[in-house]
């Protein structure tokens, strides 16, 4: 037997941390993401794994593990041969982990099990707030509002066509951790107005609003969370400084770094960026100054295929 299936990544509009306090969101399938294969061996004792394209470290080899163990319960065990190819940046905002949690559970148990991927994510990613899952899942264009189904949404063609995916790196916290930082500052005044201005972008995003002013007040009010790092504020300001605009599409890092992990005053990435421009050529030198990574989504959706 040989199954093969693909999950997307996603692209968060608006939405981050906000969607978890109930506010909308809109998310949308990003052009790349995972593929997951399976070629049963019978007279194999085990399930061998290979990942190729971007590589998970060990604690991403064990991530899978669990998800396929999940898969297994009241099943016989896989055995064969299970290979990722992946093409997401892993930890940067993406949906890398939910995407691998899809396509391994399509792959594994077949197109249809909505229900059993569902709880697989809820068992390797606790505390979700579910945008990622609908999305990725759905592979189409997402109102998210926490407690309610989500519900499709037609954007203009090509509306992204002059934007780029910036990779400002790894953060150095996790996105559990990052949303447990928020929800112990949820009474603060300023926490508050920014998730609602969050999900105000939302609704302008669902309008038709031009992006650009969208994406300038949705940064504002991420930076007000404390999840953008200097850096990449730094970027984002040179880039609205040029006309264009530009926020985190996860969850961002720490402003002020805390993690025990790092040397005092180490700040870690923010993961990956969503910058709009007219001529998007244009925030390439502002992208490159910072040492950062940029491809044009247009470039991206040709390379998938799409």
């Known amino acids: 037997m040989r199954a093969t299936a693909f999950a997307p990544g996603k692209i968060i509009l608006s939405g981050e941390y906000a969607v978890v306090f109930g506010e909308p969101g809109i998310a949308i399938p990003a052009p790349i993401g995972i593929r997951a294969t399976f070629v049963e061996d019978t007279k194999s004792d085990h399930l061998d794994i290979k990942w ?15 998800i396929i163990a999940l898969a297994e319960q009241g099943r016989s065990p896989f055995r064969g041969t299970l290979t990722i190819v992946n093409e997401l940046p892993l930890q940067k905002g993406m949906g890398s982990s939910t995407a691998l ?86 009474e603060d005044p300023r926490v508050k107005q920014a998730l ?14 031009d992006l650009r002013p969208v994406f300038r007040d949705h940064h504002r009010a991420q930076a007000a969370l404390g999840i953008v790092p200097k ?19 996860g969850a961002g890092g720490k402003t002020l770094l805390r993690s025990s992990g790092a040397p005092a005053g180490q700040a870690g990435g923010g993961g990956m960026v969503l910058a709009i421009h007219k001529n998007p050529n244009l925030l390439l030198p502002v992208v490159r100054r910072q040492k950062f990574h940029a491809l044009p989504l247009a470039l991206l959706r040709t390379s998938a295929g799409l």
């Open 52 to 66: 190729q394209g971007i590589v998970g470290n060990d604690a991403w080899i064990e991530y899978l593990r669990k």
């Open 101 to 186: 949690v899809i396509a391994v559970a399509r792959c594994l148990l077949g197109q249809g099990k909505e229900a059993e991927a569902h709880a697989i994510e809820d068992a390797v990613n606790p505390g979700n707030s579910g945008i990622d899952f609908a999305v990725i899942w759905n592979d189409a264009p997402l109102l998210f509002r926490r407690g309610h189904p989500p519900t499709p949404i037609t954007l203009p063609k090509n509306f992204l066509a002059e934007a780029l995916l910036i990779d400002t790196g790894k953060p150095t916290e996790t996105t559990a951790e990052l949303v447990a930082w928020v929800k112990e500052r949820e």
């Open 196 to 209: 609602k201005d969050i999900g105000r972008c939302a609704e302008r995003i669902r309008k038709g609003e």
């Open 231 to 249: 850096t990449v504020a730094k970027m984002i300001a040179e880039i609205e400084h040029l006309g264009g605009g530009a926020k985190v599409i």
